[in-house]
Antibody, heavy 123, light 107 residues
Framework: EVQLVESGGGLVQPGGSLRLSCAAS????????MTWVRQAPGKGLEWVAN????????YYVDSVKGRFTISRDNAKKSLYLQMNSLRADDTALYYC????????????????WGQGTLVTVSS | EIVMTQSPVTLSVSPGERATLSCRAS??????LAWYQQKPGQAPRLLIS???TRATGIPARFSGSGSGTEFTLTISSLQSEDFAVYYC?????????FGQGTKLEIK
């Protein structure tokens, strides 16, 4: 059974930093593109970033480009999101998700999701 | 960026009836369209990919159709567990984008 467990969320002041982690199990982690999607309280879903199987390609939504860095450690079966220069509008539940298919290019369809970790940016 | 627009925002339907949810893309996304269901306090659940392919374990009462810019999710006979928020998402162009959601509520 696929399991994705996020951690690292919390309360941070504007301009601060946080590092989110996602521990994966139940599938061959190194074979899948991985993704971070966020959801502001009471709002819809927003794709944040995704990363290729070997970490060689990374893509970001414009609103986080230059501030967030997605990375992975295939030996540890873990996905990360380093978030710097945090702003109030980054407040959201951050989900880790795996791509539907094992492929060299991103399919862009997450089929398994964690339960999310809440990031609150406030003074 | 491709903008995905879902309608209606809220849909009230009685159990056992049919529900039809719409999703429109601001430009063609071919058949690269997925649908998700989200219940309160839960992560999204993949229902449909490739506009019409049901994900593993999804009941046959869920069906997707469309291509280009117009898409539809149909739930043929609503069960109590189907009342939730539904999102469409295009995976044709980066950045991948979601619609704002349709809340399906009990009439």
């Amino acid at each position: 059974e696929v399991q994705l467990v996020e951690s690292g969320g919390g309360l941070v002041q504007p301009g601060g930093s946080l590092r989110l982690s996602c521990a994966a199990s139940g599938f061959t982690f190194s074979s899948y593109w991985m993704t971070w999607v966020r959801q502001a309280p009471g709002k819809g879903l927003e794709w944040v970033a995704n990363i290729k199987r070997d970490g060689s390609e990374r893509y970001y939504v414009d609103s986080v480009k230059g501030r967030f860095t997605i990375s992975r450690d295939n030996a540890k079966k873990s996905l990360y999101l380093q978030m710097n220069s945090l702003r109030a509008d980054d407040t959201a539940l951050y989900y880790c998700a795996k791509d539907l298919l094992s492929a060299a290019i991103s399919i862009g369809v997450p089929d398994s999701w964690g339960q999310g970790t809440l990031v609150t940016v406030s003074s | 960026e491709i903008v995905m627009t879902q309608s209606p925002v809220t849909l009230s339907v009685s159990p056992g009836e049919r529900a039809t949810l719409s999703c429109r893309a601001s430009q063609s996304v071919s058949s690269n369209l997925a649908w998700y269901q989200q219940k309160p306090g839960q992560a999204p659940r993949l229902l449909i990919s490739g506009a019409s392919t049901r994900a593993t374990g999804i009941p046959a009462r869920f069906s997707g159709s469309g291509s280009g810019t117009e898409f539809t999710l149909t739930i043929s006979s609503l069960q109590s567990e189907d009342f939730a928020v539904y999102y469409c998402q295009q995976n044709n162009n980066w950045p991948y984008t979601f619609g704002q959601g349709t809340k399906l509520e009990i009439k």
